[in-house]
């Protein structure tokens, strides 16, 4: 398979979640929300709610190594991201397939314990894991020392960060550049979702929620503090305390998604998408587009096809 100077697949290997917030169903989430093209292969399916988990079912050893063979032989992605693993027969599956396809990175986000304290596996699988899939691993997720606002024992957290790590280094970042961006894309995650507290978070929202409203027709900065009745320092003040990143980034992140899914599910020529997001003319949407992304509207448009 032929590729370019970045290979957006993440394969991920990890049970499934029932619940949505963690496991293979949010890797999936957050993988695309970055633009990532995720494939996956199924460790254990949990039988789960939002109190806890009540059954595993683990997926043979051979299952489980035939899904990722089918994979790595046909699309063959430079980053892997490793989850739950329940047993040795697992493991050691996994390992063999780390060993004969080789990918560019391997991240581990070790899941020993679930955020309630249930034990996923014993003391001897874990060494296992130690004596054999660590060495492999370029990233290892509970090494790692970040500045994060983000209460890490809270369910999904370290999934979501695992995986957003996996996307940004598909896209072609440095390991300490997709490490500090997926630290900032957890905390926006975080303050969206209502998990951290104080006056800044309460901006923090507000703000999300005023760009969700006025998106198409403002993308000005300025317009975002007055209508919160802030200095646009401080509100830079406040998006980079919570999200790492300036408003001007957090406004065109934001558009950027949205006219990408204009020009995924609508026919909509490309000048009357430019006017639908109020750029002043298609030659400036395409230069902010290709800004952004590396290719213009149209092309973006044919690969979606």
Not at 92 to 119: C, F, H, N, Q, S
Not at 287 to 304: D, I, L, N, S, V
Request: proline content about 3%.
């Amino acid at each position: 398979m032929e590729k370019g100077h970045a290979d957006r697949h993440v394969l991920t290997i990890t049970g499934s979640d029932g619940t949505g917030g963690a496991g293979i169903q949010s890797d999936i989430m957050t993988i695309a929300e970055l633009g990532g093209l995720p494939l996956t292969a199924i460790t254990t399916v949990t039988m789960q709610n939002t109190l806890g988990i009540q059954e595993f079912f683990d997926l043979p050893a051979n299952v489980l190594e035939q899904q990722v063979e089918a994979i790595m032989d046909d699309i063959s992605p430079d980053v892997v991201k490793i989850g739950m693993l329940r047993n040795e027969g697992q493991v050691k599956a996994v390992v063999r397939m780390l060993k004969r396809y080789a990918p560019r990175w391997i991240v581990y986000d070790p899941v020993g314990t679930t955020t309630r304290g249930e034990r996923l596996y014993s003391e001897e699988l874990s060494e296992e894991i130690t004596h054999t899939l660590l060495p492999m691993c370029h990233i290892v997720v509970r090494d790692l020392n970040v500045q994060s606002l983000v209460d890490w024992e809270r369910h999904g957290m370290r999934s979501i960060f695992s995986a957003s790590i996996a996307a940004y280094l598909a896209q072609g970042m440095t390991k300490e550049n997709a490490v500090s961006e997926a630290a900032a894309y957890v905390n926006r995650q975080a303050a969206l979702a209502g998990n951290i507290e104080g006056r800044g978070a309460e901006l923090y929202n507000e703000l999300l929620n005023l760009i969700a409203e006025y998106h198409e027709s403002h993308s000005d900065v300025q317009y975002y503090a007055d209508k919160m009745n802030v200095s646009s320092r401080y509100l830079a003040q406040v998006t980079k305390r919570m999200a790492g990143i300036s408003p001007k980034s957090l406004i065109d992140e934001y558009l950027l998604k949205h006219i990408k899914i204009a020009l995924q599910s609508t026919d909509r020529t490309i000048q009357e998408i430019a006017w639908q997001f109020s750029f002043t003319s298609q030659s400036h949407f395409t230069k902010f587009f290709k800004k952004m992304t590396g290719e213009t509207p149209t092309e973006y448009r044919g690969r979606q096809e």
